[in-house]
């Protein structure tokens, strides 16, 4: 096939020219990048030659080679691994990121220093180009496993790339960087300096289990130097935690998540006994951007006797922990079992319920000892956390435990449901919330009112999964959970001074008015009664106690599910004078069809004010227009 020239996407010519120019503050870390796509290869060619004995791949001595060649200025690094075919170079290689390129620039451009946006690159594994920013030319060769003829992919990173192939090709890829001169000053190092190399490769690499081989340039006339192995090779989560630094935990986190900026904790775990196995995770301290898509990467790396056996073992955690990354070592699965029997595994279950709870109980350290780590957590992961509520019924009191909400209680403080009840009013017996997307549009909600006006502290939620974890749990020690904005609310114990007279008289005396409303917004509502919750706002609509909110039926609609639409009450403000005028104009008027507008109006406005929209927006826009010109 002869050689081919294609362009880069637009967008993906002005990741490279960022990823080159100003992405990474250290240079060194395209080395860890090329080294650490190595390693992912030589450990998917040994799991795919466990799960295909015909696999015609030399596995016999699996490693990563570092070769330097000073006179010309290159630095190639060389694995045997599964390697890739003309069509997966085209593919993962020639386009930098096949999805996202869009979102990643904007999330670049956004990111308030190096450091952040350092930490995006592993999101989109474009890693791979970081050599661009110590090479002017990359030349990449490579032959996937098991197939006849290799590929050679061609780059000066200035928009081009070309494609060919290389019929001689070992199996594996080869990575060549044609170096830039060196240059102190912008901290572009010699990286043919066999110094310079080992520094780097102990530093970030030590950790990798296949032997890095360093195999330095010789001048003419001279005999080739034996390579020398350069890292350990030894598991981090096999040594002692006094042998291990921090430094070196958070280089394997960079190295199993592809996100390159420091966890937020670490978490250890051996056990021993019948069934032993070893388990190192890391909470990030960021949420990647895909992580309430579909298509987002979960699970954890499964060794078995040092062996990788599945690069994301879904199965390790549940989906409420996705986030969580990490390495589990077994020593008593099977080696050739595959994805679907291995999910119902009987230790696999077992370390799954034994990594959820050390998780979680590491999180409720956290919340304990290092408060201002654990808000940072659950700001960034809160949301997925909360899913455990639905789907974790074992979990659901530790996950109680470390949770917490925004209230009315602190502007700037969240609560937990412990504290709520710790505060509650004496004769309060329900946890009042009140869901929406936002503090601000709850805080300006009508059904708030009431409980302002009483000191009546209300939980703030408004995260998509509190719509409906609040009805799975549905109670805290006792103290029912209830939302401001469903059935009645009676706040006789937070010092309502109204008595049982009043209140007779104010039924007796709105009752024509209540059921004509009822009769002429028969369509739109369900019922109209009198309002306990309004002080300042004429109307408002409520749910019944157990009917679905407005939010939720719409979020179950975008699923494809068909949601019945639940009709709702209106509530009416017998203090309000639009409410008492309404009342008065309809007992002393024969003709009440004059007052149907201005009942479309006070049902359309209660409407408007949780952020809904009247039924027919026309309509209701004429009536206001018309009510308006009647005051000029």
Avoid at 348 to 367: C, F, G, H, Y
């Amino acid at each position: 096939m002869p050689t081919e020239t294609f362009e880069f996407q637009v967008e993906a010519r002005q990741l490279l020219q960022l990823m080159i120019h100003s992405v990474y503050s250290n240079k060194d870390v395209f080395l860890r990048e090329l080294v650490s796509n190595a390693s992912d290869a030589l450990d998917k060619l040994r799991l795919a030659a466990l799960r295909d004995d015909d696999l015609d791949a030399d596995t016999s001595d699996l490693h990563i080679e570092i070769e330097l060649d000073q006179t010309g200025r290159t630095l190639t690094v060389r694995d045997n691994g599964i390697g890739m075919s003309y069509d997966e170079v085209g593919k993962l290689i020639g386009t930098i990121a096949n999805s996202g390129t869009a979102a990643f620039l904007q999330e670049l451009k956004e990111a308030q220093d190096a450091a952040g946006a350092e930490g995006l690159i592993g999101q989109f594994g474009v890693g791979f180009y970081s050599g661009f920013m110590v090479a002017d030319e990359m030349t990449l060769v490579t032959r996937r496993a098991g197939e006849s003829g290799g590929t050679r992919w061609s780059s000066r990173g200035e928009g081009t790339y070309t494609l060919e192939t290389a019929e001689d090709a070992p199996q594996g890829t080869a990575v060549t960087l044609h170096l830039k001169p060196a240059d102190p000053d912008n901290q572009l190092h010699d990286y043919t300096s066999v110094w310079t190399v080992k520094e780097i490769v102990k530093r970030y690499s030590d950790f990798i289990t296949w032997p890095i081989r360093l195999l330095p340039g010789t001048a003419d006339g001279e005999d080739a130097p034996e390579p020398e192995t350069l890292n350990s090779m030894k598991a981090l989560w096999a040594r002692s935690r006094e042998e291990v630094s921090d430094d070196e935990y958070h280089e394997l986190y960079k190295h199993v998540s592809h996100d390159w900026r420091d966890p937020l904790d670490t978490i250890r775990l051996q056990a021993e006994g019948t069934f032993e196995y070893q388990a190192l995770l890391f909470l990030p301290a960021h949420a990647p951007h895909d992580l309430f898509t579909r298509d987002f990467r979960r699970g954890l790396q499964l060794y078995v006797k040092r062996v990788l056996i599945m690069d994301d073992c879904e199965a390790l955690l549940p989906p409420y922990l996705r986030f969580v990354k990490g390495v589990v070592d077994a020593n008593d699965l099977s080696l050739n079992v595959s994805r679907e029997i291995l999910q119902q595994d009987r230790h696999i279950r077992l370390i799954q319920r034994r990594l959820t709870k050390k998780v979680l109980s590491s999180v409720k350290e956290m919340k304990a000892n290092d408060p201002d780590k654990y808000a940072t957590l659950w700001r960034e992961f809160g949301a997925v956390l909360k899913e455990g509520l639905l789907s974790d019924s074992d979990n659901r009191a530790a996950l109680l435990a470390v949770a917490s909400f925004a209230s009315t209680h602190a502007e700037d403080e969240p609560t937990t449901l412990q504290q709520y009840v710790e505060r509650m009013k004496d004769g309060q017996d329900d946890i009042y919330y009140m869901t929406g997307e936002s503090r601000q549009s709850i805080e300006n909600s009508p059904h708030m009112e009431a409980f302002r006006a009483r000191g009546v502290e209300v939980l703030l939620l408004t995260d998509p999964v509190d719509e409906v974890w609040v009805d799975a749990v549905g109670e805290f020690e006792g103290k029912r959970l209830r939302s401001v904005a469903k059935g009645e609310i009676d706040l006789d114990a937070q010092g309502d001074t109204q008595d049982d007279g009043e209140r007779e008289k104010q039924a007796e005396s709105y009752a024509g008015l209540l059921g004509w409303m009822k009769e002429q917004l028969g369509e739109e509502v369900k019922d109209v009664r009198l309002s306990t919750r309004l002080t300042v706002s004429p109307a408002c609509v409520v749910s019944e106690a157990h009917d679905l909110t407005p939010a939720l039926e719409n979020m179950y609609r975008a699923m494809g599910q068909d949601v019945p639409t639940a009709k709702r009450i209106l509530e009416l403000n017998p203090g309000h004078l639009l409410v008492q005028g309404l009342n008065q104009a309809y007992k002393e008027r024969e003709d009440h069809a004059e007052l149907v507008d201005t009942a479309v109006l006070l049902h359309g406005l209660a409407v408007l004010a949780e952020g809904g929209q009247p039924k027919e927006p026309a309509r209701f826009v004429k009536l206001v227009a018309e009510r308006l010109e009647r005051t000029l």
